[in-house]
């Protein structure tokens, strides 16, 4: 059925071309001084603090940007004493060596560096909330992380927050194969998890670019959205419980695994998005679909933004309950993929670039609503050409065509990256009216995201880290967003490059209520500080 409307309609099979994912580069900047080191580590060559200083916020000056460091909070700083009682707990689990502690210090795009000295690698629940107990008690800072694969600097250190990763909580606890309901710790990653579930005949109800390092635990405290959303949701309606180390090291247990539960607040929602900030998550339960036996992606191209919202309408009125994904790139992104990552087009070049994903259970069927579909989106000259892929690794060659424009934007220069929830009509105005606005003074400016979500992923990219540059950027992207009624953050979170923007998207009053939600549940701070929350929240609040 597929080789027929591929014949009808002059559309191309999707040639056999299974790119490995590699792995990304760029330039390193500091965000955060080394400041004060603990007498038992050595010392790692670097900036001086007072030279860091002019990096960030500061006594000494105004900060360069609200997206810089503020100054270190009054927390405690690790000692002997503190590093023999981690190492009792944590026998060869509690690391010092800086060689170690490196790639937990820095960020994925390289763009934030922290100067932690301690990265704690526990294994149960009861050995988290051994850690949080004494670091409260001590007032010490800690930076939750999983994958290390958040893009706001919301997963590393500012200062010297010890480290306490989830690598190692990486057991699947259970799986229900009735109702597809699966628990597992927090550091399983996203790709062996998805693995597990489809040699039980089931998916993920997530699939992200990173899923071959980012941990399920860390999807879940920054609501990772994803390829999938479109078709299953967020995970504020998949996952249907957790359990949360808190600041003291209470052990919250909201591990439900039903699909209906209306007694009292649904607790585990405040931990979904909360990026570390109210608890550490240990477990997760999550609803898994079915996996489908039928599944097609087709690369389609488009003349016009206008042509590929038509295309966006006529898809979901023809595909209906088939369509899981619809994402769209930009000639742009095709260039970068082409250039860094030789990658070729698979179809012949167009302004943007649309992936379609279908999902069922009915081969037959699924191809007749396919064709239907490709046949009236060529024939009313919505889409001017095409290709179609059936087989497993086809579809992931047409897939890495999406999945690593990220990669390919890191080998363009110092990136600048906005990911911004609008009203889906107005999705690409915002990168035309960038490109206008900067001119030549940025190398790329691109656009490609989820069309189904209204989930727009702009990037700006210039040879080097260009204050200049981001001053033309910043505050413009925001209060162009604000003016759509948009959100500043889609679904990466705020982290620490955000915190400060929150206001655009969320009134005065709401962001106040959170700071008490954070007072009540973290009343001493400890947990990933200087995130999530705007730097005068406490002033505000007052």
């Known amino acids: 059925m597929v080789g027929i409307f591929l014949r009808t309609l002059g559309l191309r099979a999707s040639p056999r071309r299974p790119w490995p994912r590699g792995a990304p580069s760029s330039t390193t900047s500091r965000l955060s001084p080394a400041g004060s080191r603990s007498p038992f580590l050595a010392r790692r060559p670097g900036p001086s603090v007072a030279s860091a200083r002019k990096l960030r916020a500061g006594a000494d000056g105004p900060r360069s940007s609200?997206?810089?460091?503020?100054?270190?909070?009054?927390?405690?700083?690790?000692?002997?004493?503190?590093?023999?009682?981690?190492?009792?707990?944590?026998?060869?689990?509690?690391?010092?060596?800086?060689?170690?502690?490196?790639?937990?210090n820095v960020d994925w795009l390289k763009s934030v560096r922290g100067s932690s000295e301690l990265l704690l690698r526990p294994q149960t629940t009861g050995e988290v909330s051994q850690i949080l107990r004494y670091c409260h008690g001590r007032n010490l800072a800690v930076n939750p992380q999983g994958g290390n694969t958040g893009l706001v600097g919301g997963s590393v250190p500012v200062y010297d927050e010890i480290i306490l990763s989830t690598s190692l909580m990486n057991n699947i606890i259970n799986f229900d194969h009735i109702s597809g309901i699966l628990t597992c710790q927090a550091g399983c990653v996203l790709e062996n998890l998805s693995l597990y579930a489809e040699e039980r005949d089931y998916i993920m109800p997530l699939d992200l670019g990173a899923k071959g390092s980012c941990q399920i635990g860390g999807n879940v405290a920054t609501n990772a959205g994803g390829l999938r959303?479109?078709?299953?949701?967020s995970l504020h309606g998949t996952v249907l419980g957790l359990e949360v180390v808190l600041a003291?090291?209470?052990?919250?247990?909201?591990?439900?695994?039903?699909?209906?539960?209306?007694?009292?607040?649904?607790?585990?929602?405040?931990?979904?998005?909360?990026?570390?900030?109210?608890?550490?998550?240990?477990?997760?339960?999550?609803?898994c679909p079915r996996k489908p036996s039928s599944v097609n992606v087709v690369f389609l191209g488009c003349e016009t933004f206008e042509q590929l919202l038509k295309t966006f309408q006529l898809c979901k009125g023809m595909l209906g309950e088939i369509l899981s994904a619809f994402e769209f790139l930009d000639s742009e992104c095709m260039r970068l993929l082409n250039t860094h990552l030789k990658l070729p087009n698979p179809i012949s070049d167009c302004p943007f670039y649309i992936v379609i994903e279908t999902s069922g259970s009915d081969l037959t069927h699924d191809a007749e609503k396919l064709h239907n579909f490709l046949e009236e989106a060529m024939t009313s000259s919505l889409v001017t050409d095409g290709t179609v892929a059936t087989e497993d690794s086809k579809i992931k060659a047409l897939w890495s065509m999406r999945e690593r424009v990220t990669e390919a934007l890191t080998h363009d220069g110092f990136v600048y990256k906005y990911d911004i929830s609008l009203p889906v009509e107005r999705i690409y105005r915002l990168v035309t009216d960038m490109r206008e606005r900067l001119g030549d003074r940025a190398k790329s400016v691109v656009g490609y995201g989820h069309v189904g979500d209204g989930n727009l992923h702009l990037n700006i990219t210039s040879p080097a880290e260009d204050p200049a540059l981001l001053a033309a950027v910043e505050p413009f992207v925001y209060e162009w967003t604000a003016g759509c009624q948009g959100s500043v953050s889609a679904e990466h979170g705020l982290g620490l490059k955000k915190r400060n923007y929150i206001y655009y998207s969320k009134p005065s009053r709401a962001v106040a209520l959170m700071g008490n939600i954070k007072a009540m549940l973290d009343p001493k701070g400890i947990l990933n500080p200087y995130k999530t929350l705007p730097d005068d929240l406490k002033r505000l609040a007052r």
């Open 248 to 287: 003291d090291g209470e052990a919250l247990d909201c591990l439900a695994t039903l699909r209906k539960d209306n007694t009292g607040y649904d607790l585990k929602q405040l931990f979904i998005g909360s990026e570390g900030t109210l608890g550490v998550i240990t477990t997760v339960s999550i609803l």
């Open 229 to 233: 959303l479109l078709r299953y949701g």
């Open 66 to 104: 609200p997206a810089g460091a503020p100054e270190r909070l009054p927390f405690s700083r690790v000692t002997e004493d503190d590093l023999a009682f981690f190492r009792e707990i944590l026998p060869g689990r509690a690391i010092t060596d800086p060689d170690l502690m490196e790639s937990g």
